[in-house]
């Protein structure tokens, strides 16, 4: 018994490794989301654009993560603790979190040359929606995917 905890530890220790350092992007992502929210007015200023440039890329980043780390980690670690009702529900909150990928990257896509910055309010606004949206998604698929039987690893 001790073994296969000592197992479960060295098996999803890591994705705990996975999510902080995740979650701290999502933080990074804030950050920066919220400067560039909290400007009144933009402009020609070199600076917004450079702004909107690293607020793309670290969006553009921190959902791909999701996407092609986090999740199918979490997954697969859900399958493996047999979390069939957690299994479903992640799959619910997975289409949800589609939703705001495809806001996500639309905005990246439309603001990968910000030379018009003319509707960059109204689509921080609505972009921010939806990833409070998505964050509170994948706040859910960690909470049935990760945290169910965590308690039992330690």
């Given amino acids: ?59 553009v980043d921190y959902v791909s993560a999701g996407h092609f780390e986090v999740y199918e980690q979490l997954l ?3 399958r493996e603790f047999d979390e069939k009702e957690g299994l479903k529900e992640a799959k619910k909150l997975l289409e949800r979190i589609g939703d705001s990928t495809e806001q996500a990257l639309d905005f990246n896509d439309k603001y990968m040359t910000p ?15 939806a990833l409070v949206n998505r964050f509170e998604a994948e706040d859910r698929i960690i909470a049935v995917l990760h945290e169910a039987h965590r308690a039992g690893q330690n």
């Fill in 115 to 129: 030379d018009d910055l003319s509707s960059l309010a109204a689509d921080l606004s609505a972009l921010g929606e």
């Fill in 1 to 59: 018994m001790l073994e296969n905890c000592r197992n479960a530890r060295e098996r999803w220790g890591g994705v705990s490794a996975l999510i902080d350092r995740w979650l701290l992007s999502r933080q990074n992502l804030l950050v920066v989301y919220s400067e560039l929210a909290a400007i009144s007015e933009f402009n020609d200023d070199p600076d917004h654009g450079e702004r909107v440039l690293e607020f793309s890329e670290l969006l």
């Fill in 76 to 78: 697969r670690e859900g």
